[in-house]
């Protein structure tokens, strides 16, 4: 079964600093990958997917940018942090036709 | 874009006590996820349902994939003080690059009291 691992789990960061998020997936191979934003604990956003290594699609405009350096490595990276770039950011991932899993999660403070 | 309506968007409930929360759509989806997450937790997959009128069972709960496609409900029997979470429906389209693109609902938050 699939395990994903992101980290760090908190972060507080000042507006305008940059930032990077890293995920690693084990247990499947050619993996789709996802970035979702969860506000105020409610419902998730899907910000960016990708199918393939250096293959990245964006949901939603935004101030964040999304990489895939590697089959299993999937990356969430901002060159300057906005307050409104706050928030709970989980990576998730499908392998063939199994649902998608998230990892736990890494929350985001930007002051 | 679609959205999903999902209800209640609170449920305190005694211990022993059922549940019942569901969620609609303006549209069809090909799939219908139930989650449930933890305080600091990522959401964890409780129920897939690929099949409209589908109906699957988990342990204590149920769920339901609406004959038009369009509806989904999550029962819980004989609520325990570890059901509390928040619940998420989900819905997809399904299908190659789509599979993990869900639209989610807005939660219900559910409180048990032992």
């Known amino acids: 079964s699939q395990t994903i691992h992101q980290w760090p789990a908190t972060l507080v960061q000042p507006v305008g600093s940059p930032l990077s998020l890293e995920c690693t997936v084990e247990g499947t191979s050619n993996p789709n990958l996802y970035w979702y934003r969860q506000a105020a604990g409610r419902g998730l956003q899907l910000l960016f997917y990708?199918?393939?290594?250096?293959?990245i699609s964006s949901e939603v405009p935004q101030n964040l940018s999304a990489s895939r350096p590697q089959d299993r490595q999937f990356i969430l990276s901002s060159k300057k942090l906005l307050l409104s770039d706050s928030g709970f950011y989980l990576c998730?991932?499908?392998?063939?036709?199994?649902?998608?899993?998230f990892g736990n999660g890494t929350r985001l403070t930007v002051t | 874009g679609q959205q999903l309506n999902q209800s209640p968007q609170s449920m305190f409930i005694q211990e022993g006590e059922d549940v019942s929360m569901n969620c609609t759509s303006s549209?069809?989806?090909?799939?219908w996820l139930w989650y449930k997450q933890d305080p600091g937790e990522g959401p964890v997959l409780l129920i897939a349902?690929?099949?409209?009128?589908e109906l699957t069972s988990n342990g204590r709960l149920t769920a339901q994939f609406g004959i038009t496609r369009k509806d989904s409900f999550l029962n819980i029997s004989a609520s325990i003080p570890s059901d509390v979470g928040i619940y998420f429906c989900a819905g997809s389209n399904a299908g190659g690059t789509s599979y993990g693109k869900l639209t989610f609902g807005q939660g219900t938050i559910l409180t048990v009291h032992p």
């Open positions: 549209s069809i989806f090909n799939t």
């Open positions: 349902l690929y099949k409209a009128g």
């Open positions: 990708s199918v393939g290594i250096g293959q």
């Open positions: 998730a991932s499908t392998g063939g036709y199994s649902p998608l899993h």
